[in-house]
Structure formats: C-alpha cells, structure tokens
T-cell receptor, first 112, second 118 residues
Framework: DQQVKQNSPSLSVQEGRISILNCDYT??????FLWYKKYPAEGPTFLIS?????DKNEDGRFTVFLNKSAKHLSLHIVPSQPGDSAVYFC???????????FGKGTKLTVNP | GAGVSQSPSNKVTEKGKDVELRCDPI?????LYWYRQSLGQGLEFLIY????????KSGLPSDRFSAERTGGSVSTLTIQRTQQEDSAVYLC????????????????FGPGTRLTVL
C-alpha cells in the first residue's frame, strides 16, 4: 500500500509559467515532508521541506504548500526554467524518524 | 567538499551470484542509508545506520540482503543469490546527526549503482 502518492507521472509546462507538482499521503503520522529533485544518472538532491506545524514554506522560486486536513502537499515553481526539467520526488517521515517514504516521482519538462 | 560516492556505477550479474555494492558517505556524516529504486517506482528504504547504534534493517526485503558499515564510514550492501527482481538502482545517502523531533537532517544521495540481474 503506497503511503505517498504522486498521481501524475509527468508534467509539461512552458518556460516562465508556474509548475505545480502534487503529492498525497495516507499516513496521518507523517509530520515532515520533503521534495527532492533528480536528474538522470544522478542521485536525488534535496529541494525544500515543510514541517506539519506550517502550511507553507518558500525558498526562492520554490514554494511548498501543506494541507493536513486533505493530506495533500504541492510544490510550486515559479517562474519555471528549462533547468528545472527533472524528476521530482515527494517524501515524508513520521515522528522524527530518519526513514523517508517516497512517492514514485513526477517527471517535469519545462519547454523553452 | 566531496559528496557521497558509490561503486560500481553499473553492475551486471547472473542470477544466483552474489554482489557487493559500496558506499562512501560524506566525511563527518554519522548516518547512512540505503534505498533502492526499481523501474517505475519510488525510492524504497532498505537499511539505516546511525553512529554506533544497531542498524534499522526493517526495509530489507529478504535475508539475502545484508549491509555493514565498517569503522562508522564506508558501507557495503551485499545481495546473495541474486534474483531478477533485485534489478534496480541502489542508492546510498548520508546525513549529519539528527537535529531533534520534527525534523530530519537532509539526506545527501550518491549517484547510485544500477544493478542488472540476467
């Protein structure tokens, strides 16, 4: 049973527009959420995180929104750039655990 | 500074053979993790080492999988009697000491080892 779901395997947007990547989770014990970005033949790199005590965290062009009642989080990238093209993984952990539970990823393509 | 390194980058083996995958974490990182990513799947947690504590092996899929971490640094993931379903990218990550409840130290990933079992 998948505890972290990314229902869109791919997303294509135009350069300069907003990219919105979605993630749903089922485990109500999750209290920390992260987004990782992965380029081909490289390991995932940390992008941004959010604790369950917040509903928004912003870092430059990247903003993560958390809706605990809906068990949903989203990553907004604005403006999108061609270099943002990568696979984005949503991950979650519970109670300070070091174990991360990952979604299957969404492949973002930003077209020039 | 140097990131997490893994070797080999690619490994092709025959069903039934044993394989060893190596991970060199970032210097000074006390926590080390192994994950695997099968085709079309997300990253699946395998095992976690933290300092001198007993490792968390709860993600290992079978007793054919084992890992050790020598001297608190380099780690080796061993898969015995490999099966075709073991084919995946095996990723290692490391992080600093836990900062406290509600936060997880950033895990820095290596490039992975792509294992193909024929």
């Amino acid at each position: 049973d998948q505890q972290v779901k990314q229902n869109s395997p791919s997303l294509s947007v135009q350069e300069g527009r907003i990219s919105i990547l979605n993630c749903d989770y089922t485990n109500s014990m999750f209290d920390y959420f992260l987004w990782y970005k992965k380029y081909p033949a490289e390991g995932p790199t940390f992008l941004i995180s959010i604790s369950s005590i917040k509903d928004k965290n912003e870092d430059g062009r990247f903003t993560v929104f958390l809706n605990k009642s809906a068990k949903h989080l989203s990553l907004h990238i604005v403006p999108s750039q061609p270099g943002d093209s990568a696979v984005y993984f949503c991950a979650a952990s519970a109670g300070g655990s070091e174990k991360l539970v990952f979604g299957k990823g969404t492949k973002l393509t930003v077209n020039p | 500074g140097a990131g997490v390194s893994q070797s080999p980058s690619n490994k092709v083996t025959e069903k039934g053979k044993d394989v060893e995958l190596r991970c060199d974490p970032i210097s000074g990182h006390t926590a080390l993790y192994w994950y695997r990513q099968s085709l079309g799947q997300g990253l699946e947690f395998l095992i976690y080492f933290q300092g001198n504590s007993a490792p968390d092996k709860s993600g290992l899929p079978s007793d054919r999988f084992s890992a050790e971490r020598t001297g608190g640094s380099v780690s080796t993931l061993t898969i015995q009697r490999t099966q075709q379903e073991d084919s995946a990218v095996y990723l290692c990550a490391s992080s600093r000491l836990r900062q406290g409840w509600g936060s997880t130290d950033t895990q820095y990933f290596g490039p992975g080892t792509r294992l193909t079992v024929l």
